[in-house]
T-cell receptor
């Protein structure tokens, strides 16, 4: 079956760095997406990886290892506004997104 | 307006009611999606429309009926719902379903409560 695993909840301190891991098992693979969702709001697109390696975009970076079925989202210089859920989703061979249940990130002062 | 909009934002209905959710996208996209989001569960894809044609129906009960009159508008008609259908219903759009690196953009959702 198809499956995405990510931690349910993480806590970090303002100004610190946090890494949110995601492992996936899909029928075929057409890329890995990360979205941010604040409570009561729409998920917003953060990053897309289809090749192995690290993609950096400001304070956020995303890494992919296709051989390991593994990705992580790295958030640097954490701010209070980064408190949100982070959703990992892998696109399968039918171009459907298989979603994780999300990681709730709590930022403490 | 820009992006993806959804109305209403909140809806409370009885099990015998009939209601409709509306989604509109202003991004010039050709694919639109309905998702169900329940607490602490992954997003569940319900329906996909690509160029106004339904391409995916992921075993959704017939009490949910989608309609896509054009590439910018998507509706979800609801009737005879059950309390377990209470959830956040998200609409999304993308350039083209199956178009490779196809990023989906989401609306804010409709919070549905079935009594």
């Amino acid at each position: 079956g198809q499956n995405i695993d990510q931690p349910t909840e993480m806590t970090a301190t303002e100004g610190a760095i946090v890494q949110i891991n995601c492992t996936y098992q899909t029928s075929g693979f057409n890329g890995l997406f990360w979205y941010q969702q604040h409570a009561g709001e729409a998920p917003t697109f953060l990053s897309y990886n289809v090749l192995d390696g690290l993609e950096e975009k400001g304070r956020f970076s995303s890494f992919l290892s296709r051989s390991k079925g593994y990705s992580y989202l790295l958030l640097k210089e954490l701010q209070m506004k980064d408190s949100a859920s982070y959703l990992c989703a892998a696109m399968d061979s039918n171009y459907q997104l298989i979603w994780g249940a999300g990681t709730k990130l709590i930022i403490k002062p | 307006e820009t992006g993806v909009t959804q109305t209403p934002r909140h809806l409370v209905m009885g099990m015998t009611n009939k209601k409709s959710l509306k989604c509109e996208q202003h991004l010039g996209h050709n694919a639109m999606y309905w998702y169900k989001q329940s607490a602490k569960k992954p997003l569940e894809l319900m329906f996909v429309y690509n160029f106004k044609e339904q391409t995916e129906n992921n075993s959704v009960p017939s009490r949910f009926s989608p309609e896509c009159p054009n590439s910018s508008h998507l509706f979800l008609h609801l009737h005879t719902l059950q309390p377990e259908d209470s959830a956040l219903y998200l609409c999304a759009s993308s350039q083209e379903f199956g178009g490779g690196t196809d990023t989906q953009y989401f609306g804010p959702g409709t919070r549905l409560t079935v009594l």
